[in-house]
Each structure stands twice: as structure tokens, then as C-alpha cells.
């Protein structure tokens, strides 16, 4: 069987990152979701990767300070999370390259859209660090906006939980579960699957997305593989 799709982005969350610490990064999760990129990666999918930065610092949620300086301490958060994935995917022989969208280049390559490009197409792993560059937008818009640019085929959303649902299932466990479900519905339901901004961007470029667990990051293969995982979104289902 081919491939589903030949190059994606892959949306991993800092909370899920931090798995049941609720901070900073879990190496058993850590290793676990870079063994199946290893996976995918292998199976020749390029792929583009926007890290979170929320299990070290959430700017929207900082309180007393400026907006925009509190977001810029997020961006930093995400670049922590990029090499720190970076460096257990090139321990696992893939190699792997992180971009900021803020220039730091003792660091890593300051982002730019041909260069992300060359570099999938050589088969390079390519790790996007802080967000937009911009305050006031999530990770999840720049994984929308990166995606947009490198003209990916799907957004993976990996979170903490397995797919979309009518409300909490944490807090509800009559929650009602969507396997699939289209953008307009997710913003007026507002079911929080993304911000607003990041949901009308993707339903604006028509691009898909498939939100399911990192606690079980196989389906990242499986979806490759054409299976139906966690729940797909899309202008039209």
C-alpha cells in the first residue's frame, strides 16, 4: 500500500509533552513519539514538525505581565522543546533540522520557506521553533501557516486526548465522540480543538487535520497508511 500522504505536519503540544509531570519534557513520551517519526520518516513521508511550548510557559496565561513580552517567553519555550527533538530524532539517525521564526542563529536556522522546502525534499525532518515570530498567535496557527507555506497535505494534531469531543470526556464521560467533523461545525460548536484563528486558517486553505492521542503516536503510521484514527477534520466531510 502507498503512502496516504507524502508530506505532513505534525503538531505536538508542550503539555503532552510533559505527559503526567505536567512540566518540562517526559523522555519515555519524548522517545516513544520520536521512534515513530523514525517510523514515518522511513517510510520516505517528509515531514514538518511545530512543538508547543505550554509545558514550560503559556503567555496567554500569564497574569500581571505584558502580552507581548509573555509571548515572547513562550516562543522561547518551543525552541527548548524543538531541540530537545531534534536532538532525540538525529540520535536515532534521522536528520533533523530546527527553524526559529526569531533569528538566533547560535542556535538554529532562522526560518525561511525555500530553504524548509530543500530541506524536506533532501529528507530532512524539519523542527519549526517559535511559532509565528508574532505575539498574540498560538503554536497551532503557525503549525497552520507553516503548513500552508510548505504546501503539506494534512496537519497531525497530537494531544492529550484521542480524538474530537462535544465537551470535556475528562469531566464528562457521557461526551460525545466525532470521528469526523467539519471546520464551520468546530467553530460553532466551539469545541477548542484550536483557536479560532488557527481553525479558520485551515478551513481557509482547505487544509485537513486529523487530531488524535500522543499517548498513542502509532497513529502517525496508521495514518499513513490510509487507517481511520482519532477524528479528521476538513471544510467538507
Known amino acids: 500500500m502507498g503512502l496516504k500522504f507524502k508530506r505532513i505536519m505534525l503538531k505536538v ?6 505527559g503526567s509531570k505536567g512540566q518540562g519534557i517526559d523522555q519515555d513520551i519524548l522517545s516513544d513519539i520520536s521512534d515513530k517519526i523514525k517510523a514515518a520518516w522511513e517510510m520516505g513521508t517528509q515531514i514538518g514538525i511545530v512543538v508547543g511550548g505550554g509545558n514550560f510557559w503559556r503567555g496567554r496565561s500569564s497574569t500581571g505581565m505584558d502580552r507581548t513580552t509573555a509571548d515572547h517567553m513562550g516562543m522561547l519555550a518551543t525552541v527548548i522543546n524543538s531541540l530537545a527533538l531534534q ?4 540520535c536515532r539517525g534521522v536528520p533533523t533540522r530546527v527553524q526559529t521564526a526569531l533569528e538566533m542563529p547560535r542556535v538554529a536556522e532562522t526560518y525561511i520557506r525555500r530553504r524548509a522546502v530543500r530541506h524536506l525534499e533532501k529528507k530532512r525532518v524539519v523542527i519549526f521553533a517559535c511559532g509565528t515570530g508574532n505575539p498574540y498567535f498560538s503554536t497551532d496557527t503557525a503549525a497552520v501557516l507553516r503548513a500552508a507555506e510548505i504546501d503539506a497535505e494534512v496537519i497531525l494534531l497530537a494531544k492529550n486526548v484521542d480524538a474530537v469531543y462535544d465537551s470535556d470526556p475528562k469531566l464528562n464521560p457521557n461526551a460525545i465522540r466525532f470521528d469526523k467533523i467539519t471546520y464551520m461545525d468546530v467553530l460553532q460548536k466551539q469545541l477548542g480543538v484550536m483557536d479560532s484563528t488557527a481553525t479558520s486558517l485551515c478551513m481557509d486553505n482547505n ?15 496508521k495514518v499513513l497508511n490510509g487507517e481511520n484514527v482519532g477524528t479528521f477534520v476538513a471544510r467538507e466531510v
Open 13 to 18: 503540544s508542550g503539555e503532552a509533552l510533559s
Open 87 to 90: 536532538d532525540a530524532l538525529e
Open 207 to 221: 487544509i485537513p487535520l486529523l487530531v488524535f492521542s500522543i499517548k498513542q503516536p502509532e497513529n502517525i503510521l
